[in-house]
């Protein structure tokens, strides 16, 4: 059998893990998702405590800054969001956004609409990532985690019957 490339197994791993967004060579944030979250990562200045933070995570909008100050981030998302269960936190010095997606097995190209889509094979490994996701979500008592798909990976939200909602 033959050894995968290195470019594929670097872009492979990128898609399992978190996803920089960069702009002129310095990460902004790193974000991730799951088949019902998206969370965003963003290493905070020196000093800034949680206090200091002001943030408002909205259905289709997120606006990050520090008191007293322009925002840091202010974008739309890439989907749409629950608000009631999506909240923030500092954890190990970096501050971690978390989102609930309002439609469970979407597949988000970017965080905010605009900044670092992904590539298709990113976007087709993610894909993947979250049609895993649901069938262990489906299937407890399985072992997904050597799994793979041939070809492309089917559309975790409408493949068939659609994901459940529990």
């Known amino acids: 059998?033959?050894?995968?490339?290195?470019e594929l197994k670097r872009l492979r791993e990128k898609a399992r893990g978190r996803?920089?967004?960069?702009?002129?060579g310095r990460t902004v944030y790193e974000w991730e998702q799951g088949l019902?979250?998206?969370s965003v990562y963003i290493q905070p200045p020196p000093g800034v405590t949680k206090h200091h933070f002001d943030i408002k995570i909205q259905p289709h909008h997120l606006t990050v800054g520090v008191r007293d100050n322009p925002?840091?981030?202010?974008?739309?998302?890439?989907?749409?969001?629950?608000?009631?269960?999506?909240?923030?936190?500092?954890?190990?010095?970096?501050?971690?956004?978390?989102?609930?997606?309002?439609?469970?097995?979407?597949?988000?190209?970017?965080?905010?609409?605009g900044q670092?889509?992904?590539?298709?094979?990113?976007?087709?490994?993610?894909?993947?990532?979250?049609?895993?996701e649901r069938f262990q979500e489906?299937?407890?008592?399985?072992?997904?985690?050597?799994?793979s798909f041939s070809g492309m990976?089917?559309?975790?939200?409408?493949?068939m019957g659609g994901v459940k909602y529990q």
């Open 1 to 6: 059998m033959e050894e995968e490339p290195q």
């Open 19 to 24: 996803l920089p967004f960069q702009h002129q």
């Open 36 to 38: 019902d979250e998206v």
């Open 71 to 113: 925002p840091y981030l202010d974008a739309d998302l890439g989907g749409v969001i629950e608000t009631d269960s999506s909240f923030w936190m500092i954890e190990d010095g970096e501050l971690h956004i978390h989102m609930s997606k309002v439609k469970k097995g979407e597949t988000w190209v970017s965080a905010f609409k």
């Open 116 to 132: 670092g889509e992904v590539d298709p094979f990113t976007q087709q490994e993610l894909q993947k990532k979250l049609m895993l």
């Open 138 to 147: 489906e299937h407890p008592g399985f072992d997904f985690s050597q799994a």
């Open 153 to 159: 990976a089917p559309d975790a939200r409408t493949f």
